[in-house]
């Protein structure tokens, strides 16, 4: 951790904080920084300039690295109003998406602007916050589940989990040849899901003609995971309705949020924070938001004169707006705001 504080505040007390000079350049001289290196140590402030460092976080999605933090915008996407930023949520770079949507709902019931129906993508919706989100909070929260593509479901064999049958009650799993699980054993992931593991015979996969396309076991054992009842019931017909007419053209709305997005990266420059500190990001954060609530071309500001911006607190919202805020809405994939880089 030392080496990587050192990396990262070194350019900041090796070149003149007003010029940006390095102390190379010529005609420049290195005591002209002795007031400015010492001026963190008054006070005791280094260590609050460390606390804000070390809360920068690094993190690689797909092809982009960046050391820093990640914003979630929810917005409406209502066809007879102006589409609305409802809320701001910064977080830390290593926060997954997922982990942070029961904090987005608390903070929306807080301002009473909770929508009936919410589209996210799979960052978000898995099987937990689909129920917490409708159980807790009366939220349909309508987006694509990841996972639940094996092998054996990508090589179009039937022997994929869903052409298992289940007893619940007898704690049975029946495998598409008839052969029967031998062992039913309750198990819990490292982040404290629970799942099911059932464990079929090594002699039934062994005789099975069928075994190359159920398991890839050279002692022919397979073992099928399924979660708790209550959560497979959910995610099946969470996978069933994803795949309707009904589904994609719904989730088609979600795609126009995308420009607010490019919008505030482009334009306002959202990817990079200007600031030491999650505190000083989120409020960056949410004067980008409120610009972009303010520029004419997205026609919000001349639509939604009553409302009052304040961004070093949060939106406030007049109540005589919020029934059209509860309209459906979108909550986007965070977008990266990067802190200085470390190779």
């Known amino acids: 951790m030392g080496t990587r504080l050192c990396r990262l505040t070194r350019p900041h007390f090796e070149t003149h904080p007003v010029l940006g000079l390095p102390l190379t350049a010529s005609g420049f001289h290195y005591s002209i920084l002795s007031p400015f290196r010492d001026r963190p140590l008054v006070g005791g402030k280094e260590a609050v300039l460390l606390e804000r460092i070390v809360e920068a976080r690094n993190r690689t999605k797909r092809e982009t690295n960046w050391t820093g ?165 959910l995610l099946q017909a969470a996978r069933a309705r994803q795949e309707t007419e009904d589904f994609k053209q719904q989730y088609k709305k979600r795609a126009g949020v995308e420009g607010a997005i490019s919008q505030g990266t482009r334009a306002f420059d959202l990817r990079r924070s200007r600031y030491w500190g999650l505190a000083k990001t989120h409020l960056q954060h949410l004067a980008t938001a409120a610009a972009y609530e303010l520029d004419p071309c997205n026609s919000v500001a001349s639509s939604l004169s009553e409302r009052t911006l304040f961004p070093q607190a949060e939106f406030q919202i007049d109540d005589t707006l919020k029934p059209y805020l509860r309209q459906s809405q979108h909550l986007v994939v965070g977008s990266e705001t990067n802190g200085p880089k470390v190779s």
């Open 69 to 233: 933090y990640v914003v979630h915008l929810t917005e409406t996407c209502s066809s007879s109003t102006p589409n609305s930023i409802t809320h701001v949520e910064t977080t830390p770079a290593t926060v997954t998406d997922d982990a942070v949507l029961e904090t987005i709902h608390q903070e929306l019931a807080a301002k009473d602007l909770l929508p009936e129906e919410q589209l996210a993508d799979a960052g978000y919706t898995t099987v937990d916050n689909l129920r917490d989100a409708a159980q807790h909070h009366q939220v349909d929260l309508i987006g694509p589940l990841s996972g639940g593509k094996s092998w054996q479901a990508n090589a179009g064999k039937d022997f994929y989990v869903n052409c298992f049958s289940i007893d619940w009650d007898q704690q049975v799993v029946t495998c598409p040849q008839g052969h029967q699980s031998r062992g039913w054993h309750l198990r819990h992931e490292k982040y404290g899901h629970e799942y099911i593991a059932a464990r079929f015979a090594p002699d039934d996969g062994l005789a099975c003609p069928h075994r190359s396309d159920c398991t890839r076991s050279k002692r022919g054992v397979r073992t099928v995971t399924i979660k708790p009842q209550a959560a497979y019931a």
